[in-house]
């Protein structure tokens, strides 16, 4: 259950709401207040209340509405929020500005890792020249093993706002832990939270309080169903950050041919589900360069609001995931390819939206 309080109540309305609500769901079941936009909402299970004590809610003046929600996330809900969050990226940096979920597709590229200046330099140009808008690459790398290259740390993220500087785009990289939330986001436009850590709960919270208004890109975790995923974005909103992408890049399936296994299904799904904008990995997803192109179509006709892809001036040499990593050359024919889709595909997106 949802309760939107509203906004003229003065503290002592809302000091009683909270009373009443935590004589009826005593001290083991938490309630979480947010303020969500211009909004301020009050999220609960609402299994254990009764009519009775859901009309007693309804009679405090500090309620402005009950949005009861079936499904067990509450705020990312379509149920909650008809319209789509659009997530603006990069504002009142030196670079500029992109939206997300605004409907047209973004493309995201870069680096697995930040590897060098050059290295990270060449790439950023790169991808400006490519058309994409938004540049990637990981300073803090979650390796499966301890005895690979694990990112360049603090060296990355200035790399990466010198980047930024340089082309104009935005940034977005990883962030593996709370503690270091505040820094990345100093320096990003955009936290990436991995799949390893699509339940790390601290860092979930971490990221909804103290992302100094950046957005979050939650990746699916390595076997993660769809509502835990969505459970996961709802800790980083509930927390006080509302501007979520999720980003599918494959799950764990029993066929190594490929790394993961591309749920694409899960892009219309998600549009039913939830009213974050949902992009897609294709490289994550596949793990080979040559099944990179036609999944990040196959991600745009599924109606994805945009791509992130791992390029590397040269793929062969890359210090991290340089199976998968594209050239330049074809990020261009990606991000052209990408625009004519879309054009395309106006037509019965627009349809789509006003039915
Ligand atoms: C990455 O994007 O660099 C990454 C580590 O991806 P994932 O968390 O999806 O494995
Ligand atoms: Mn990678």
């Not at 997530?87 to 939206?99: A, H, K, S």
């Not at 590897?115 to 390796?143: H, M, N, W, Y």
């Not at 694990?150 to 340089?166: K, P, Y």
């Not at 501007?243 to 066929?255: A, H, K, P």
Request: aromatic fraction near 4%; proline fraction near 6%.
């Amino acid at each position: 259950m949802i309760i939107v309080v509203r906004s003229q109540a003065d503290s002592d309305e809302r000091a009683r709401l909270i009373e009443v609500l935590g004589r009826m769901l005593g001290t083991l079941r938490p309630l979480t207040v947010t303020r969500m936009r211009e909004r301020e909402v009050i999220t609960l299970d609402d299994s254990v209340l009764d009519a009775l004590a859901l009309d007693e809610l309804r009679r405090q003046s500090a309620v402005e509405e009950i949005v009861q929600v079936q499904t067990p996330y509450k705020l990312v809900s379509r149920a909650f929020q008809a319209v789509d969050t659009v997530v603006t990226v990069g504002e009142g940096r030196d670079c500029e500005p992109v939206t997300i979920g605004a409907g047209t597709p973004v493309v995201m590229a870069g680096p697995c890792a930040v590897e060098s200046r050059e290295q990270l330099l060449t790439t950023a140009r790169a991808v400006k020249t490519a058309g994409a808008q938004i540049l990637r690459g990981g300073a803090f790398k979650p390796r499966t093993s301890p005895y690979q290259f694990q990112g360049l740390g603090l060296e990355g993220l200035e790399l990466l706002a010198e980047a930024r500087a340089l082309t104009g785009l935005p940034v977005i990289t990883e962030v593996m832990e709370p503690a270091l939330v505040e820094t990345v986001a100093q320096y990003a436009d955009v936290l990436q939270i991995g799949a390893r850590n699509m339940q790390n709960f601290p860092l979930l919270l971490a990221a909804g309080r103290q992302s100094r208004g950046k957005p979050v890109m939650l990746k699916r975790g390595l076997s993660s169903t769809i509502e835990e995923w969505l459970l996961a974005a709802e800790y980083i909103v509930a927390a006080g950050n509302p501007n979520v992408i999720l980003c599918e890049r494959g799950v764990r399936s029993f066929d190594p041919q490929t790394r993961n296994m591309l749920d694409l299904a899960c892009v219309p799904l998600l549009h039913q589900l939830t009213h974050l904008p949902v992009i897609v990995d294709p490289s994550h997803a596949t793990g080979r360069r040559d099944l990179v192109h036609p999944m990040s179509r196959a991600g745009i006709a599924a109606g994805a609001a945009g791509l992130i892809l791992e390029v590397h001036p040269d793929p062969n040499v890359a210090l991290c995931d340089g199976k998968q990593s594209i050239t330049p050359q074809e990020l261009h024919t990606i991000v052209q390819e990408t625009r004519l889709m879309a054009q395309l595909m106006g037509g019965a997106f627009l349809a789509e939206q006003v039915a």
